[in-house]
């Protein structure tokens, strides 16, 4: 890369031009299918008509009003997000990363006015191997070095247990403790689907005791891994969902903490805000992308196709395939790839060669994650080609 990029991420050697769909196209004219899907982002799909038309329709009306104002579309947006939810209030704002630091104001202050917690000493739980976004606060929780190095001095007041231990989650639960949150799958740390029972532990354990179960499903939500939101798969209704990535349908950024009306009261004219959070751009096309869930052919297709897909991985981790793992669930797989072909990155780089796009994690770890709009048949030549690269 030249010039004047920071070097903060090491993409792989594609310049994208265009896109459509599950494809994307070069600037040399070659098209790669993208496995990635801009990290759940874009479950949607590339350019779908109906949220580029949603956007274009807003384009010509009001695109940002700030929240001194109001706008026509505000309320909507709150209403049906939260209607989707099954929840009763809706926070925006832009990124993932921002959402989690609104779950973490959201939760402190719950504690300090509604629990009771001393002022200033209340503890929110996270997991080992978290991925919650880059904010100082955030990586101050994280447990990758990478990621925290020449970063601190951090934020007080977390606390990480291994994810998918629930002893370790009760012993961590204490009279202080204003949340618990968690990823219901861990997605940078390699598709991490916690064991059996897990997240049902960790809600009769955070009802049980008086603390919010904060569900982080930016990455796990909205329709990847078969259901609108990961939690359903145990039956779990967690107090606050983080939302983001996909809401904004791949066309722009939009996050949201959706709760109840008695924790979100928490917040008073003053207290958090956002320029840009709730946007008439950003709610035009997040309304489309619920109204797009809510035909449930998304949640269905994901579920499906991530049976082929995981019907067809299985045989690449039981057979004589350099394949040690393969975990996930709906249109989301994590592949972990022995490194005696190669390092993930090398696994790309050979993908990217037989035109597909996909990103490694932690070295050795493949993540499948294409739009949910991806054709049965693409898919499956997808698979011939990650089977092409390791065998
Ligand atoms: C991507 C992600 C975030 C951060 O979102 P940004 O929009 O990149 O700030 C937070 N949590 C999870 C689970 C994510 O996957």
């Not at 890369?1 to 993409?11: E, G, I, L, R």
């Not at 274009?56 to 026509?72: K, W």
């Not at 499906?304 to 067809?312: I, N, P, T, Y």
């Not at 975990?327 to 190669?342: H, I, K, Q, T």
């Amino acid at each position: 890369m030249d010039d004047a990029t920071v070097h903060n991420y090491h993409p792989l050697p594609v310049v994208i031009e265009s896109a459509e769909g599950a494809w994307v196209t070069d600037t040399a004219g070659r098209r790669y299918l993208d496995l990635l899907a801009g990290y759940s982002a874009l479950n949607f799909g590339h350019r779908h008509p109906r949220l580029i038309a949603a956007a274009e329709r807003q384009l010509g009306r009001v695109t940002l009003t700030s929240r001194a104002f109001q706008h026509d579309l505000f309320a909507p947006f709150c209403e049906q997000l939260a209607d989707l939810c099954g929840m009763e209030a809706v926070l925006p704002m832009n990124t993932g990363a921002e959402a989690v630091e609104t779950a973490i104001k959201t939760a402190r202050r719950w504690a300090y006015r509604v629990k009771g917690v001393p002022a200033d000493t209340a503890k929110i739980v996270a997991a080992r191997g978290n991925f919650h976004g880059r904010t100082t606060t955030i990586v101050g929780f994280s447990d990758d070095e990478e990621a925290r190095d020449g970063f601190g001095p951090f934020t007080p007041g977390f606390e990480l247990v291994p994810y998918g231990d629930v002893e370790a989650l009760s012993a961590a639960v204490d009279d202080r403790t204003a949340a618990v949150l968690l990823e219901p799958i861990q997605g940078e740390a390699g598709v991490i689907v916690p064991p059996p029972g897990y997240l049902a532990e960790a809600r009769r354990i955070t009802e049980e005791r008086g603390v919010l179960l904060i569900a982080d499903e930016i990455q796990s939500g909205l329709g990847r891994t078969g259901r609108t939101f990961a939690c359903e798969h145990e039956g779990v209704v967690p107090d606050a969902y983080i939302l983001g990535k996909a809401l904004g349908g791949g066309v722009l950024p939009i996050s949201a903490v959706v709760s109840s009306r008695a924790v979100m009261d928490v917040f008073t004219p003053g207290s958090h805000g956002s320029t840009f959070g709730g946007n008439p751009l950003a709610c035009a096309v997040a309304l489309e992308v619920i109204a797009l869930l809510r035909t449930g052919a998304y949640q269905r297709r994901a579920a499906e196709l991530g049976a082929r897909l995981h019907r067809e991985l299985a045989e690449l981790a039981d057979g004589d395939w350099p394949v040690t793992a393969v975990r996930g669930r709906g249109l989301w797989a994590g592949v972990d790839v022995s490194p005696a072909v190669g390092t993930g990155r090398e696994i790309c780089e050979r993908l990217m060669a037989r035109g597909v796009l996909a990103k490694d994690t932690h070295g050795s770890t493949i993540r499948v994650a294409p739009p949910l709009v991806i054709s049965e048949e693409d898919l499956s030549w997808a698979l011939a080609q990650l089977r092409g690269v390791l065998g």
